[in-house]
């Protein structure tokens, strides 16, 4: 009984929410959209010609967030968007979409070949694992996702590239914070006003490669 009022409960949270009104209102097909660009604004990050990977990107928001910020005069993408996720996503016009799992090693083959050797201004990932509510596996689980989108980021963002990765408050955030500081001259936690109080995700934003 208690489950089918929480799901109840979340339903009306979610009717009555006001990113989700001005999601549909804008076109967007996720609130996440509004977490990113709070981000992006915040920070100063992303604009025409840059290349941008988005990892985990069905539904699809961050990509159109991202569309938005690089298309220039007559609707053109100036740079590049490459989507890459293991559900199916509606195309949107100028990205680069490919389905797999970025855990597995042929996708991310897959990904750096459709790269071609080119190097990244910008790795955003809204990436999270299935959670099963154990902490220590699902704080695993975090971890892992989190250190596949660094390794990525080390090995293909250009020297003032950033990173932009979902993590969750909990056991294990302290070391992602911390792997990410032996890379990144700058990392700091955002927790944008589209991110539900109740959630413990929040954003971190790593900046500049340590040579």
Known sequence: MAKKKFSKDWIQQHINDPYVKMAQ?????????????????????MKPGDVVVDLGSAPGSWSQVARER???PGG?????????DLLP????AGVEFLQGDFREEDVLRQLEATLDGQKVDLVISDMAPNLSGVESADSARIQHVCDLALEFSCEHLKPE?????????????SQ?????????????ERKPKASRNKSSETFLVAQRLKS
């Open 70 to 72: 690089l298309v220039g």
């Open 25 to 45: 209102q804008k076109g967007y097909r996720a609130r996440a959209a509004f977490k990113l660009s709070e981000i992006l604004d915040s920070e100063k990050l």
């Open 161 to 173: 590239g950033a990173l932009i990765v979902k993590a969750f408050h909990g056991s294990g955030f």
């Open 176 to 188: 992602i914070v911390e792997t990410f500081k032996r890379h990144f001259q700058r990392v700091v």
């Open 89 to 92: 996503m509606e195309p949107i």
């Open 76 to 84: 053109v993408v100036r740079g590049r968007i490459i989507a890459l």
